[in-house]
Nanobody, 115 residues
Framework: QVQLVESGGGLVQAGGSLRLSCAAS????????MGWYRQAPGKQRELVAT???????NYADSVKGRFTISRDNAKNTVYLQMNSLKPEDTAVYYC?????????WGQGTQVTVSS
């Protein structure tokens, strides 16, 4: 069983930055592909960024060049550095762990970007 706890969300002005963190329990974190997803009101959940167990990254076109995903396996934590935030980045951000034994989600953290 893996538990994910996100933190770091909040209210920021357009052009500002936030760093989200996702702390994972369990010994299999280093083997997991990790990801950040987001869901805005009235919209479907969408992929933001993923990072594989070997460190390969993938980004949605809408965040390329502005967001950076990283992981620290020693701390069982994955991060999402978000720069040059836009009002359209406003959403609940969810952490995901993709493991052979299952797919796990955190409870989400709210990010609100004011114009």
């Amino acid at each position: 069983q893996v538990q994910l706890v996100e933190s770091g969300g909040g209210l920021v002005q357009a052009g500002g930055s936030l760093r989200l963190s996702c702390a994972a329990s369990g010994s299999s974190f280093s083997f997991a592909s990790m990801g950040w997803y987001r869901q805005a009101p009235g919209k479907q959940r969408e992929l933001v960024a993923t990072i594989s167990s070997t460190g390969s990254t993938n980004y949605a076109d809408s965040v390329k060049g502005r967001f950076t995903i990283s992981r620290d396996n020693a701390k069982n934590t994955v991060y999402l550095q978000m720069n040059s935030l836009k009002p359209e980045d406003t959403a609940v951000y969810y952490c995901n762990a993709d493991l052979p034994e299952g797919d796990y989600w955190g409870q989400g953290t709210q990010v609100t970007v004011s114009s």
